[in-house]
């Protein structure tokens, strides 16, 4: 199921953009601009073009918003649901985990074995290396296992600490989220109700 989770085309870049560049605050600072980005994400429709005639609100439907209370395959295989849960996971500071989960989604479609160990090369040195700027919380064998294998990288290089991170996820992360007042004002707004006031 998970190899048809990630999609190139989710429209997260302008989601997860802070406004002006600035380096993003924390605290309550950081709640504000989740709600600020949820804004932008639910006024993102998934078909919209890139022309800026369409103004439509998109909003998921009821039933697809509880299909990812069911679980966080559910969850990720939705565009949507995968905006709402790397918003969710900024605001934790645990961001690392999604995006390394996605970009190991990515790298698993690509079929030139040069650009497949450049690509390896790269989420080597963001992710998993020692003091990597997103390092991910994988023991020293499977950090170990995936060095070795840099040179001649497979489609399944990454797999075993993809996997420890989902995992994560799942247990930790998910769990939150569907707990979390992100989520409640997803249901809300999927139903057509107003939210409490998010200032």
């Not at 802070?18 to 998934?46: C, D, H, M, Q, Y």
């Not at 509880?66 to 295989?77: F, I, K, R, Y």
């Not at 390896?120 to 990597?132: D, G, L, T």
């Amino acid at each position: 199921m998970r190899d048809a989770l990630y999609e190139k085309d989710m429209p997260c870049s302008a989601c997860l953009r802070n406004s002006g560049g600035a380096v993003e605050p924390k605290g309550i600072t950081n709640k504000k601009n989740w709600r600020s980005r949820l804004g932008t994400f639910l006024k993102t429709s998934p078909h919209a073009p890139p022309a800026k005639t369409q103004r439509k609100q998109y909003r998921p439907t009821p039933d697809e918003v509880n299909q990812w209370a069911q679980s966080l395959d559910n969850l990720l295989s939705c565009k949507y649901g995968t905006i709402a849960f790397r918003l969710f996971m900024k605001s934790e500071f645990c961001e690392e985990n999604i995006e390394f989960w996605l970009a190991c989604e990515e790298f698993r479609h690509i079929k030139s074995p040069t650009k497949r160990t450049a690509r390896a090369k790269r989420i080597y040195k963001e992710f998993v290396k020692s003091e990597a700027p997103k390092e991910i919380n994988v023991d020293f064998n499977t950090k170990d296992g995936i060095f070795k294998s840099l040179h001649c990288s497979t489609q399944s290089s990454f797999i075993v600490a993809q996997n420890k991170v989902y995992s994560l996820m799942e247990n930790n992360s998910y769990p939150r989220f569907l707990q979390s007042q992100l989520y409640t004002q997803l249901c809300q707004l999927a139903q057509g109700r107003e939210c409490e006031s998010w200032e």
